[in-house]
């Protein structure tokens, strides 16, 4: 099994890779999951990655909110019914284990189930037989059981609301899934991620200044990844292929920043989405430009319909070292260079210059401000 089965699963950082591990352990066994967490968190997603590593992803993934059913309506819509059950029956209907049959079924918000649907699911759980509402046959059940909740279920147990004996049979293997404000490294990934999807659409999205960013890392996300998700289609429909800064932020995002504030992690985002953070960029310079300067030199007339980047794969020419040199020194002499040469190739126009150097517009026009350029 890959990592590549859980590319649903965005982020990078300890807390994720934890989740990671986890389920790629557990995907190799048929064992009864217990995902835990807040709500919007995502738990369906570990619950349809857990199945898609599993030997049962060819099988269904059948999904049930099990707080949205009605409590008169839960247990014809997990087990099925026969015809004339009840007013209404006028067929028999297959429930969600039926269709899960050698798959997988993911009961989300276990939490919410009402006490006389939690007895008939243990009898699942133990038993493995289950029967439809209004019929007297037995149907064998070879499903992999999955739940979510986000409650505490030892609280809920103590209130009377959730029995023990069924919180035993579903906690075999929990796996508690993050708040957001617990992974907060992952959230350049996770508004890549979401663009990204928008993008697939056919719409244009924005982009996220460094500072919006640091912004939206230091909020506290009480709807975890599900509000970063809503976020992102507002800022899409309001800012359509612009620069989202900090003041364009909703006032609930614009959370007051030191001046020493600066990004968590390192942020995974792509240059279509989330603006990298200047000190990755400096870093970029460094592997991507080679030192020297010939390369600078070009024939090629000026003008929008010269946008091609400047080339400096060719870069060969590098100092002598035996006295050794500034590196840091050395890179900022050499990013002055670049951005005057394209500057005069583009006739002073900054937005086609950083076009030329594959950057965004904001971060050329504060570095021209740093190095004092014309």
Known sequence: MSQELLSSLVGDGPAMQKVKKLILQVAKTDATVLILGESGTGKEVVAQSLHNASARAGKAFVPINCGAIPAELLESELFGHEKGAFTGAITARKGRFEMAEKGTIFLDEIGDMP?????????????????RVGGNTSFQCDVRVIAATHR??????????????????????????????????????????????????????????????????????PGNV??????????SILYPGSLVDYDDLPARYQIELDEDARLIGVPQASEVAVEAPLE????????????????????????????????VSGWNQLPNLNEGIDLKSYLVELEVQLIQKALEQTEGNVSQAAKLLQTNRTTLVEKIRKYDLS
């Open 280 to 311: 990755v960029q400096e870093q970029r310079v460094a592997s991507d430009f080679e030192q020297g300067d010939n390369a600078l030199e070009s024939d090629e007339p000026s003008g929008v319909q010269q946008m091609t980047p400047l080339n």
């Open 115 to 131: 006490l006389p649907m939690q007895v008939k699911l243990l009898r699942i759980l133990q038993e493995r037989t289950y029967e």
């Open 226 to 235: 599900r509000e970063l998700g809503n976020l992102a289609e507002r800022l």
């Open 152 to 221: 505490n279920l030892e609280e809920s147990i103590s209130d009377g609301k959730f029995r023990e004996d069924l919180f035993y049979r579903l906690n075999v293997f929990p796996i508690e899934m993050p708040a957001l404000r617990e992974r907060r490294e992952d959230i350049p990934a996770l508004f890549d991620f979401m663009f990204k999807n928008i993008q697939a659409s056919g719409r244009d999205v924005p982009s996220l200044s460094e500072r919006a960013l640091i912004a939206l890392q230091h909020y506290n996300w």
